[in-house]
C-alpha cells in the first residue's frame, strides 16, 4: 500500500518492487482509465522512470476509449493501456471479469486465439469472429480484408418474411405447481450446429431437416466450444462442493457460455432461416 501524496517517493517505491518481483502480470483497478495514466504523467513531470514494460526501451501501448453501437445499445469502452512483456489487466474494464475471473480469461484467450490483454477487454462476440477467421484459415477460405457486416438490401416483403418475430403464448391465469421452463438461449448453438445452421450454406427441403453437404464455418466453429463446456459440466457434477477445481472449472464454462450465447445474435441469424 503506497500512498500517492508524496510523487518521487511513490515512483520510487514502486519502482523497486517492480524490480524486485519483476510480475508476469499486473492487476488493478481502474488501472486503464486512472492509475496507469496518472503514474505516466507523474513520470513525465517528475522525469524518473518506472518499468511498468519488462523492455524499458519499449513504450506503454495505448488505445483511446470510443463509443459504438451493438445490439440496440450505445457502449462505452474505456482508455486501454497495454504493457510489452508482461500483462496489464483491469479488473473494471476486462469485459465480463465478474464472471469468469483470470481463469475465464485465460481461456477465453486460448480459444479465441487473441492475446491475453486483448482478450480480457474484447467482447465475446468478437472473440466468436475471431474464432471463424481461424476456422476460415484452416479450411483454405479467403477472409475479406475489411470487415462488411451490412445487410443485403431486401424488399418489404422479404423483410416481412425473414424476419417476422416471435410468438409469445399467453398464460393461463392462476396459481401453478411444477412448472417448467426451457432455456431457448442456450439452445441456440445446439440448433446451429445439429442442423449446419450457417450463412453459406443453401437450406434443403423442409426447414427443420439439416442441411445437405459439409458442416458450414458457423457449425464448425461451435461445435469443439460445445463439446468443451459439455464436459465441463459433466466434470463439475462429479466434484464435491468443497473441491477446490470447481471456481475454476465455473469460469472455464461461463467463458464458453458468454461466447455461445452470444455467437446467434452476432453471426447474422437472418441470413439462415430455419
Not at 83 to 109: C, F, I, K
Not at 153 to 180: I, N
Request: hydrophobic share 40%; glycine share 8%; aromatic share 8%.
Amino acid at each position: 500500500s503506497l500512498p500517492l501524496e508524496k510523487k518521487v517517493p511513490l515512483l520510487a517505491a514502486l519502482r523497486a518492487d517492480l524490480l524486485r518481483y519483476d510480475p508476469d502480470v499486473i492487476l488493478t483497478s481502474w488501472g486503464d482509465t486512472w492509475l496507469i495514466p496518472t503514474l505516466m504523467e507523474i513520470c513525465k513531470t517528475s522525469g524518473f522512470a518506472l518499468p511498468l514494460n519488462r523492455d524499458e526501451s519499449q513504450t506503454v501501448v495505448e488505445r483511446k476509449e470510443h463509443t459504438y453501437f451493438s445490439y440496440g445499445q450505445i457502449v462505452y469502452r474505456g482508455r486501454q493501456v497495454q504493457l510489452r512483456g508482461r500483462w496489464h489487466l483491469d479488473r473494471h474494464n476486462a469485459m465480463l471479469w465478474n464472471d469468469y475471473g483470470m481463469d475465464g480469461v485465460l481461456e477465453m484467450a486460448r480459444v479465441t486465439r487473441q492475446p491475453v490483454q486483448d482478450a480480457a477487454r474484447l467482447s465475446p462476440g468478437t472473440g466468436i469472429s475471431s474464432m471463424q477467421f481461424i476456422t476460415a484459415l484452416q479450411k483454405s477460405i479467403l477472409i475479406p480484408w475489411h470487415k462488411n457486416q451490412a445487410e443485403t438490401p431486401k424488399t418489404a416483403m422479404e423483410l416481412m418474411r425473414s424476419d417476422m418475430g416471435g410468438m409469445v403464448y399467453q398464460p393461463t391465469v392462476g396459481l401453478h405447481r411444477d412448472v417448467g421452463g426451457i432455456d431457448f438461449v442456450s439452445m441456440y448453438p445446439g440448433i446451429m450446429v445439429r442442423f449446419n445452421i450457417s450463412p453459406e450454406v443453401p437450406r434443403a427441403g423442409s426447414d427443420l431437416e439439416p442441411a445437405e453437404g459439409e458442416p458450414g464455418i458457423v457449425p464448425v466453429t461451435l461445435a469443439p466450444l460445445l463439446n468443451k463446456r459439455l464436459a465441463l459440466k459433466s466434470a463439475l457434477l462429479t466434484l464435491q462442493r468443497w473441491d477446490c477445481r470447481r471456481p475454476g472449472f465455473q469460469a472455464l464454462a461461463s467463458a464458453h457460455k458468454w461466447l455461445l450465447v452470444t455467437c446467434f445474435g452476432y453471426l447474422g441469424y437472418k441470413n439462415a432461416r430455419f
